[in-house]
Structure formats: C-alpha cells, structure tokens
C-alpha cells in the first residue's frame, strides 16, 4: 500500500469514527420535543389566535402539557381553498405533540 494511499484511508477512518457525534438537524430538539421546522406554542395562544380546538386535541392525545409543536403553512394554503375566503385564522398550521 503506497504512503498516499494509507493518509487516505487514515483520514476517511476519522472521518467516519467522528460523524456520530456531529450533531443531526434531523433529531427534535431536546429542550422543546419539536422536529425541525417547528416551534414550541401553548395551546392557550393558538387558541387565542382561533386555531382552537385542534392544538388541544392533539396535545390531550400526546403529553397534556398545555404545548404543542406547531408549523406554519403558507398564505397559498387558504388561496387553495382549504378555508372559506377570507381565511378564518391569521396562520394554517400543522400540529405535533411535543
């Protein structure tokens, strides 16, 4: 084995022996429980904002805690339809228990 071929092998080792501790945007966030792409929200302020009763619905089903994992959807969703025009809520999201 050459000596060029032996520093590529070295460094391709230490590159695999060192990747599971890179962090991995695909995990939750451990603080918040939510997948990337989403935030940690109260059900008491999606409520507020009329999204109710679909965030206390999904949290009762999960944790209970009172949070939810929340995504929002673009304006485009109630364009499409989905809602009656004008959309009934400020934001369409998409839920998670945390």
Do not use: Q
């Amino acid at each position: 084995m050459s000596k060029r071929s032996s520093v590529v092998l070295i460094a391709f080792g230490l590159l695999v022996a060192g990747m599971p501790f890179w962090p991995s945007p695909a995990f939750a966030d451990p603080e918040s429980g939510c997948p990337p792409g989403y935030e940690l929200r109260s059900v008491a302020s999606l409520a507020e904002a009329g999204n109710a009763p679909v965030p206390g619905l999904v949290d009762a089903a999960g944790n209970a805690d009172g949070y939810v994992c929340a995504h929002a959807l673009p304006d485009a969703v109630c364009v499409a339809k989905v809602h009656p025009d004008p959309c009934l809520v400020e934001t369409v999201y998409v839920f998670k228990d945390n």
